[in-house]
């Protein structure tokens, strides 16, 4: 990919934190399998999955302890 | 999501630390699957699967981790 | 949950910090699936299969390294 | 339990520490399910499965890391 | 495997870091298997699969901790 | 095991420290099963195996971890 998405692991605030980590976990996934049509086919695989949907939480919450410590905790 | 509900990760209590992971991971599962409809079909399917509750409790352990370096341990 | 079962990370040896890691782990089920009764029927599907077990393991592994962490790794 | 098998972290060396995860891997096993008889039955269901070999090697890969880290990697 | 592949974690931004997680999640299953027919083969078994994808990502998640650490969070 | 097979965490390079990694994944699996010829018939299960090979690769990135810290990520 040559488009520049990921400058900076900071953010304002914990949820945006949280959604970056969201951010992180797609790319993981769109960089495995670029094709935009096959991932709209593969959506409703996991989204109505109940074990599939734990499975992202689960990566999304990897990605979160990173963003997480990258902004110290967002302590003040 | 517009709404506001991750404004520190600072708690007073493990506790309350514990029930901030699980709501982090419950974010990460809404957040995949918005449709609140969807969400509560799947509930039978992870609710009484063995394997899919310890999935889930995996997912919130990952948190915690996160919730308790943010916290410092809660040391005293 | 209105108890309090959870007050403090630190304890007097890794041991009893790998006992609380079980508790951790089993917490994190209850609080997804807070029924007795279903956790008690599923119990033979987990205690009795290789891979549910070693799941079971690495969420414990997950949580003692928080509580590990906590305590300073109980370094004297 | 009530024996006595978990009183530190510290290992003379890397190697140790590896068998020390191995103990712990195992300990979380036991922890959910204590009868002997069992465990032994379910033996070859995993000792002869690829993926469960890597699964339980990733769960002392996770206790490796706190042993590891308790001990300050080893470093001389 | 005798080139050299790996000389440095440092990378000048987050994304460079992000793709040098994805280069070791592809390693990490080319140091399993080398055989570049077997890996072309097995692509489509993966890219068209949901639950393989987000498996996928969570490698990616794991390195990319790496990476980052490495980099300490490219905090300016 | 008797022989020594781990007396240091410390490597010259990144890449030496991936490999190193990839040595603490395979002998994880080989505490749980010593048995050689066990081993080698397992081989086709997971070396064509897509999902096996992405969950191989996450045990190397969860002992990368390990390593990459020891060495304080081979920063210069």
Redesign the interface.
Known sequence: MTD???????TA???EG??LA?T??????K???PDPE?LHR??P??????????????????????V???NN???T
């Open positions: 520049s998405w990921l400058t900076s692991l900071i605030t914990p949820q949280f959604e969201i992180l976990s797609r790319r993981g996934v960089y495995t399998q096959v593969l959506r695989d996991y989204a109505n999955s109940a074990d599939s949907l734990t499975a992202a939480s689960h990566v999304i919450a990897v990605n979160f302890q990173t997480a410590a990258a905790y967002w302590r």
